[in-house]
């Protein structure tokens, strides 16, 4: 920890730490434009010029004293930059002095040689860092005659997203080290030299990049704007409301600034542990869903054959007298579908209101995208524990990315694990069944067979237990039944599993070897690899006696993460929208029907006579059967609704309180931030008020003294959605304590805009996203980390494939793509030329077989069903598979794991 002295005030900072960074530690702000606390620095703007000293030295090597006895200083004959500077101890640093000022002052007089004079219409002023260390450091005027300005484009479209303004560029350079260095698409850079000097991109589409929205916020003039806010609120105008992102489980922390009582733009908010300060473009600018014209205003019946406008006690009593009615007759034919875009509140009444007033364990939430979601059991024992932080793994953590493709599916996800490979030394493990962008940055990347994923995690198994690398101490002390399981992997060799799962021998035995001998090991799984456990229990459990064999969990950094496709996945599963999922990741005694059950298709009769949906679109994945009575309450008129008896409308997350549960289990507050359209109401309100009415009526059909708690209609009186989560807080044991005070605390808001608070401070905002470390939200526990005496079994499970390695026709991937033909990304037009029309990715070895040509017109053909799209050929797939991204144009519900027919159209 060198000691050193900035402004006569002396701190002690670790080694490493750069001028900038200790000044601060001491109240100093250093004046910067081209450094940023996230970047590498670089000096290119001189802009942080300060005075610094080191102890003088004499020729024994001895610190040399002056009069008073302190240590004599040796000046450097020349400013330095404080943002290249690294402190060593016993420096000393002047950042007052009039050779200082001076500097500051001819750095901005050259900047603004040619700037233009445009503040009043640039998006940037109010937080132009420009324009407040203009105020506070330059000259009073310009020398520099008006008839020598440089001029240049204004107006210059970067990418579908993003406008540069070249004149107002200062050439920080700050855009292209972000797209460098940390989204790692080298898509910017500058062309031609000297004054001219200006930013380019250098890709095919214009910036193409899924990252391009963080350059505006990091520019630290207006010279790159965006196209969806550009010229249309002055920023003091914006109040900003924190927020959560509503579309992938990252859940980004946001802020959602509102004029008008509309979005004008979203911006990322600061979380360490979830976000750092950057957010993906999808969630930066698929917010128009909120305002769409369509929106439903106001609940509908159906009359006559058709949808008509009605009241809400119109709607609401006819959709509680139905229901009275079935469930009088048996509770059991009513069923309950409610999407994992919903909030926390909403799905913990939505599941109360069937159990406990209907009497039904007829729930599900895995509908459309969201099918394959497993792990409930798995992340409860085994999640990772509390602390864990996917970007700062340091080179003591091994993580085994499994069957995920984040860069499509999680883009911040795929960040922060890049992030901790790349700066802190993670050990990436990517495992596969077609290389993903992730796989670059791991010191392992692994392709297996799609179908032979047990064996596979089988191998790795073996292979510790061959080298004899288990966990003797855990196992003997926390394990049971390992010698049985043992005995189980036999017939299971490491060669004969490589053989299968198409992996060579000696990199599994590599893999086994890092995962065993690392102080840390995480398993993230995603959607490929739930989908594998769906059709073979033998994954899951092989996932998890990967992590008892080795002793990695009940800490940070150690178990298991499901990488989740949505917002609120998680909370689906917390609190029990599941036919054998109680709330609480408990169970239920008997189990009601899943949605693939509860669902008629074509050639079935549906088997509900009544259905609840809400938020989510099952009519979308084709051959739904309306039952008898169906009510849907969503956003939009959806396939659904449209076959509804009764539509409600509901409320956007904009436009209400709630708390999402992200993928890594961190409980999280979002905020409303518009008011409500026409008559829609928050989800939990529409629930309440539907079992009042249900409850009431039950009344009358039991004594009083028989009457529960849940079923009198006072328990169902929710004034807000705060006092759904203090309910929750109460009775969760996996969310207790977990209130709206306690999710708020260390949310971090703006800081006060130059001019706002004391006059005589200098500027606050020098740069967007100062390291503060801010992290908020709660995680729930995992019985691994909150019962240190849990003793854990080894459950044995065949592989469902037989251990053969036989040939396979092609087998179909299905994968995603950020953004696609859903109904939010529909609605906001300036992202459309980023929707990718529908194709199919190819092995060239495979290509090359059928004899089809990259960009060839092809048609697909299985399970009774045929479409045609364009042929991508690439090293990307495997032999013996074929990969096409879901709900794009004529490719919604596709089934992963089919077997597959292509020719040439």
Request: charged share 25%; hydrophobic share 40%; net charge neutral.
């Amino acid at each position: 920890m060198p000691q050193v002295t900035i402004d006569n005030k002396k701190v002690e900072v670790p080694n490493g730490t750069l001028i900038v960074e200790a000044a601060k530690k001491v109240g100093v702000e250093i004046p910067v434009f081209c450094y940023h606390p996230k970047l590498q620095p670089v000096g290119m703007c001189r802009m942080c010029l300060v005075e610094v000293g080191t102890p003088k030295r004499g020729k024994d090597g001895q610190i040399e004293l002056d009069a008073n006895g302190a240590p004599a200083i040796a000046w450097m004959p020349k400013l330095q930059t404080a943002c290249t500077t690294v402190v060593s101890d016993g420096m000393t640093v002047r950042t007052d002095t009039a050779q200082v000022a001076d500097a500051r002052r001819a750095i901005v007089e050259f900047l603004l040689t040619s700037h233009p004079l445009d503040c009043p219409i640039c998006d940037k002023g109010g937080e132009c860092p420009l324009q407040n260390l203009t105020m506070a450091y330059g000259p009073g005027q310009s020398r520099f005659p008006v008839e020598s300005k440089f001029h240049n484009a204004k107006r210059v479209p970067l990418g579908d997203l993003i406008m540069l303004d070249r004149e107002r560029c200062i050439q920080c350079s700050r855009c292209v080290r972000f797209q460098d260095e940390i989204a790692d698409d080298h898509v910017l850079g500058f062309a031609a030299r000297g004054r001219g000097l200006e930013i380019v991109t250098l890709s095919d589409p214009p910036f193409d990049s899924k990252f391009s929205g963080n350059t505006i916020d990091i520019c630290p003039v207006g010279a790159l704007t965006s196209r969806d806010f550009r010229l249309s609120a002055r920023v003091w105008e914006v109040r900003d409301y924190p927020s959560v992102c509503a579309h992938c489980s990252v859940g980004c922390n946001i802020l959602i600034g509102e004029r008008d009582h509309a979005i004008k733009r979203i911006v990322p908010r600061e979380n360490a542990s979830v976000n750092e300060i950057w957010t993906c473009d999808k969630g930066r600018f698929v917010h128009h869903f909120t305002v769409a014209p369509d929106r439903l205003t106001t609940p509908l019946v159906r009359k006559n054959g058709n949808l008509e406008p009605a009241t809400w006690n119109e709607a609401l009593d006819l959709v509680a007298s139905r229901f009275k009615e079935i469930k009088w007759h048996d509770p059991n034919a009513i069923g309950g579908l409610a999407g994992d875009r919903a909030s926390n509140e909403d799905l913990y009444l939505f599941q109360k209101l069937f159990r406990q007033v209907i009497g039904s364990n007829n729930l599900d939430h895995r509908v459309g995208w969201s099918v394959t979601n497993t792990g409930a059991d798995s992340v409860r024992v085994y999640g990772a524990g509390v602390g864990t932080n996917l970007g700062a793994l340091d080179q003591n953590v091994t993580a085994l990315v499994f069957g995920a493709d984040p860069e499509e599916e999680q883009p911040v996800i795929r960040l922060r694990l890049k992030r901790s490979a790349r700066t802190f030394g993670a050990n990436l493990i990517v495992a596969n069944g077609r290389v993903t962008k992730l796989a670059k940055y791991a010191k392992q990347s692994l392709v297996y067979q799609y179908g032979a994923e047990a064996y596979f995690l089988l191998g790795l198994i073996r292979a510790i237990l061959d080298e004899r690398l288990e966990n003797r101490d855990f196992i003997a002390t926390r394990v049971q039944n390992f010698d049985a399981f043992a005995t189980s992997l036999e017939p299971y060799t490491v060669e004969r599993c490589a053989e299968i799962c198409h992996v060579k021998p000696e990199k599994i035995r590599d893999a086994a070897r890092q995962i065993a001998q690392s102080p840390n090991f995480l398993i993230l799984y995603g959607r490929e690899a739930m989908f594998a456990q769906q059709n073979d229990v033998a994954v899951a459990r092989a996932l998890a006696a990967l992590l008892l064999i080795t002793g990695h969990l009940g800490r940070a950094n150690n178990g298991l993460v499901a990488l989740y496709p949505h917002n609120n996945s998680t909370g689906a599963i917390d609190f029990g929208v599941l036919p054998d999922g109680g709330v609480g990741r408990t169970r239920v005694e008997r189990r009601g029907l899943s949605a693939r059950e509860m669902l008629g298709r074509s050639n079935e009769r549906p088997s509900m006579r009544a259905l609840y949906v809400m938020a989510c679109d099952p009519a979308a994945d084709g051959n739904f059967v309306k039952p008898e009575f169906l009510v849907v309450q969503d956003l939009f008129l959806t396939e659904t609704a449209r076959l509804a008896d009764v539509v409600l409308p509901a409320q956007s997350f904009a436009e209400r309180d709630g708390t999402f549960t992200n993928t890594e289990r961190r409980a999280q507050l979002f905020r409303a931030a518009l008011k409500p359209i026409g008559e829609a109401k928050p989800d939990w309100w529409i629930i309440a008020e539907i079992a009042k009415r249900l409850v009431s009526g039950l009344q009358f059909q039991v004594s009083g003294s028989q009457v529960s708690g849940n079923l009198k209609p006072e328990t169902w009186n929710y004034a807000t959605a705060s006092a759904v989560m203090d309910e929750i807080a109460a009775t969760v044991s996996l969310y207790k304590g977990m209130t709206y005070a306690a999710l708020a605390e260390n949310v971090k808001l703006p800081r006060p805009r130059s001019g706002q608070g004391n006059p005589s401070e200098q500027p606050t905002e020098i740069a967007m996203g100062e390291l503060e470390n801010i992290s908020s939200g709660k995680v729930w526990a995992s019985v691994a980390e909150s019962d240190a005496r849990a003793k854990f079994e080894l459950v044995w499970s065949e592989p469902s494939r037989p251990l053969t390695a036989d040939s396979r026709p092609l087998t179909l991937a299905v994968a995603r793509s950020l953004y696609d033909g859903g109904t939010l990304v529909s609605k906001t037009q300036i992202v459309q030329a980023r929707v990718p029309a529908p194709f199919v990715e190819i092995n060239s070895q495979d290509a090359e077989q059928l004899g089809i040509a990259d960009g060839a017109r092809v048609r697909v053909s299985f399970d009774m069903r045929v479409i045609e799209l364009d042929a991508r050929v690439d090293g990307h797939v495997p032999p013996d598979a074929v990969l096409i991204p879901n709900n794009l144009d004529g490719t919604a519900a596709l089934p992963m794991g089919a077997r597959v027919k292509i020719e040439k159209v």
